[in-house]
């Protein structure tokens, strides 16, 4: 048995004792990485599971936040589809307000039109019936005259008509009337309404009278013509 004072066998000894220790350390440290190793995985799959849950509740978000673009794309697009239709009828009225303010215009220059030409024919009419009145004054001033020499009688009746009434027609009736009605219309153009008996140039005579507005020669050539027409009757 060697003795443990022998040098070697010391040697020996110390390096067992180290082979011992560095094995214990080694295999302490394994231990050690093991456990490190463990937590870092238990850290690392809590953590990805962490960030799994949280990219999942992103991607949720992401979807609701994709299905509220949409939907915002959607009524933004029907908004402007509405605003386009608005626009558009925004501009008809606008178009049809204009017309009606041009066809306001054009109606107010036809009333100011009217209005001018019905002042001008009212004066018109206004110095025509004074030119009628006064066509009438000389008639019923110049009766007395036409009375005696043609045995004639003016009567005014309503209306501005004059009816002519003549006698002496006949010598066996004196008293017979041939009468006519006469008016002024407001040219101041004599018309003829009615005559008994019917005289068949009294349409002619009237055609005369407009053209020549020779009332006396007219009176003459229709007491001519009832004469005549009497004389005719007569002698059948």
Do not use: W
Request: aromatic share 6%; net charge positive.
């Amino acid at each position: 048995m060697a003795s443990i004072r022998d040098y070697n066998v010391v040697e020996q000894f110390n390096s067992r004792l180290e082979e011992i220790r560095t094995k214990l350390l080694d295999q302490a440290m394994v231990e050690v990485l093991n456990d490190r190793a463990a937590e870092l995985c238990l850290a690392h799959r809590q953590y990805m599971t962490s960030v799994l849950d949280t990219c999942f509740k992103k991607c949720k978000e992401d979807e609701t936040m994709f299905d509220m673009i949409h939907a915002y794309k959607q009524d933004l697009k029907e908004k402007t589809s509405l605003l386009k239709e608005k626009n558009a009828e925004q501009l008809e009225v606008v178009s049809e307000i204009e017309d009606k303010e041009h066809h306001k215009a054009l109606l107010f220059q036809r009333i100011e039109k009217l209005k001018k030409d019905q002042a001008r024919n009212k004066e018109l009419i206004q110095s025509q019936n004074k030119a009628n009145k006064n066509r009438l004054k000389k008639l019923n001033k110049c009766k007395d005259v036409f009375q005696k020499h043609l045995s004639l009688e003016i009567r005014k009746i309503q209306g501005e008509k004059l009816q002519f009434v003549f006698r002496n027609i006949s010598r066996k009736d004196p008293d017979m009337v041939h009468t006519f009605l006469l008016q002024l219309d407001a040219e101041g153009v004599y018309h003829i309404m009615s005559c008994d008996p019917p005289l068949e140039k009294m349409a002619h005579l009237e055609r005369r009278l407009q053209e020549t507005n020779n009332f006396s020669a007219f009176l003459a050539n229709v007491r001519r013509e009832f004469v005549a027409l009497h004389n005719g009757a007569k002698m059948a």
